[in-house]
């Protein structure tokens, strides 16, 4: 350990130890920091039997500051226990910033791979095209609890010549005895694509081919994701610098995924793209493969570059951000559908049961499960002020009136276009809502500040389930 690392983590550890360790709106379910602020998950896996989740954290700011990994583990993902900082950005090459990254687990090894952010000081840099180093670098760790040294894989002038100098977040995988690694890529021309590396040994790594969509697509893509759910290929983005009227009514960046039509290290044509959730709060999702065999993923509960909205009553807290509760992807006539990882069902007891109408008092923990939506009736109000409806095209989630405005943070307006809904599930947690439509055909995420945690849900005809989540 270096002298740096050993300041970094003591204070860090002073940092957590003063923070204060309540906080009406910290979560119940979901990953958050212990203090300070956090956005993507990195090197999520299941490794050895315990599910183990990285995080980018900057500890000693809610707003945000130089990013390291934080460290979570679970048993059932819905409860996270924090383990400490388990990468400091203490080299020359991820001075600052231990940005985001993946973990493959092979032959008992936990191997971490993330980029290294450094950002060269002159005032002649526009850090697009210069002034900026994106180092892809390797950890392994035997126990998942110790790291050994960080080695340096691939630099810059490593990447194709084209490329801005904007390359980042590895995701690696194996296939047919090959490591292949996905990186998210700005070119010199201002497009995003994803750029492909191969390596036969994980440590040697070569430029192998590019993955774009026929007309650009934005300028950038970060966090680069490819996963095969139930033998569908996808490639998932999250896009920055998408414009037009398609993109007027949503978030600022998008998180989304094309499905791969052939082979993606051979002959392929990308879907259009489509959104992995249309509310306010989600970005930078990073899947993973359980040992049972399910595609999970989770994403940052939060938004970058977004001045609309925030959450203050987080702030007032010591604390930003969260990661959405995980999700099982599959497929279903070949389209991608969500739904929370079936953990949640061992955590779940019913308090209310009733057909139509259903009023209640919920726990700050919740779920409800609405089936059988008769003719697209549908509306339910969250916390007083957080509307859901269908409004016969569309589904919205709508922060309504003063009592909306009083809990949205800023936040409100997110729709999508569909046919009328069958069922709605929502998970509720201290400051957040995740809305699954249609057994998570459409996923609609907020974080929210209600004063007290009540439910109202209109549907005639529909059957309608209360639970507490504990
Ligand atoms: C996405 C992102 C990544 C980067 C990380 C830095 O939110 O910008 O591209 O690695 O966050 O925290």
Not at 117 to 131: I, S
Not at 163 to 183: A, E, F
Not at 440 to 454: C, D, I, L, S
Request: aromatic share 14%; charged share 25%.
């Amino acid at each position: 350990m270096n002298a740096l690392t050993r300041d970094l983590k003591q204070l860090v550890e002073l940092a957590e130890k003063a923070a204060p360790a309540e906080g009406r709106f910290r979560q119940r379910l979901h990953l958050m920091p212990p203090t300070g602020w956090l956005n993507d998950p990195n090197g999520l896996c299941q490794f050895k039997g315990l599910f183990h989740a990285f995080f980018q954290y900057s500890p000693f700011n809610p707003e945000g500051g130089v990013k390291m990994w934080g460290h979570c583990t679970s048993r059932d993902m819905a409860h996270w226990e924090y383990q400490g900082t388990a990468l400091y950005p203490d080299q020359p090459f991820d001075c600052h910033g231990v940005y985001s990254g993946c973990a493959l687990v092979e032959d008992g090894r936990m191997y971490l791979y993330y980029t290294g952010n450094v950002k060269l000081e002159d005032q002649e840099y526009d850090y697009v095209l210069a002034g900026r180093e994106g180092n892809t670098v390797l950890v392994e760790s035997e126990d998942g609890f110790r790291f050994g040294r960080k080695q340096l894989l691939m630099r810059n002038e490593d990447y194709p010549a084209d490329l801005s100098c904007h390359v980042r977040d590895p995701k690696v995988w194996k296939q047919d005895g090959r490591y292949y690694m996905v990186q998210g890529v700005r070119t010199k021309e201002d497009v995003g694509e994803a750029q492909i590396f191969v390596s036969d040994d994980r440590i040697s790594w070569s430029p192998l081919r590019r993955i774009r969509t026929e007309e650009p697509f934005g300028y950038m893509w970060e966090c680069p994701d490819y996963m095969d759910v139930d033998g569908q290929k996808i490639l998932s983005a999250s896009v920055q610098g998408l414009e037009g009227e398609e993109w007027r009514d949503r978030n600022v960046y998008q998180s989304g995924y094309f499905y791969i039509e052939g082979d993606i290290l051979g002959e392929y044509s990308l879907s259009q793209y489509r959104l992995w959730d249309c509310g306010f709060d989600y970005y930078a999702p990073q899947s993973f493969v359980t040992e049972d065999g399910r595609v999970v993923m989770m994403a940052w509960m939060g938004m970058p570059d977004c001045p609309e909205y925030g959450n203050s009553p987080a702030l007032a807290e010591g604390w930003q951000h969260c990661f959405t509760f995980p999700r099982e992807i599959y497929t279903e006539d070949g389209a991608v559908r969500q739904r929370p990882v079936r953990e949640l069902e061992m955590l779940k007891r019913k308090v209310k049961g009733a057909e139509g109408h259903l009023k209640a008092e919920c726990p700050a923990a919740w779920e409800t499960d609405i089936t059988g939506i008769q003719a697209g009736r549908f509306r339910a109000v969250v916390g007083g002020g957080l509307v859901l409806t269908y409004t016969g095209s569309r589904f919205e989630m709508r922060f309504e009136g003063p009592a909306g405005e009083e809990i949205s943070g800023g936040r409100r307006l997110r729709y999508q276009e569909m046919e009328s809904p069958d069922s709605v599930k929502i998970l509720g947690d201290a400051s957040s809502v995740e809305v699954f439509v249609n057994e998570g055909e459409y996923v609609f995420t907020t974080r929210y500040y209600p004063g007290a945690y009540t439910l109202e849900v209109e549907a005639d005809g529909a059957a309608v389930s209360l639970y507490a989540v504990e």
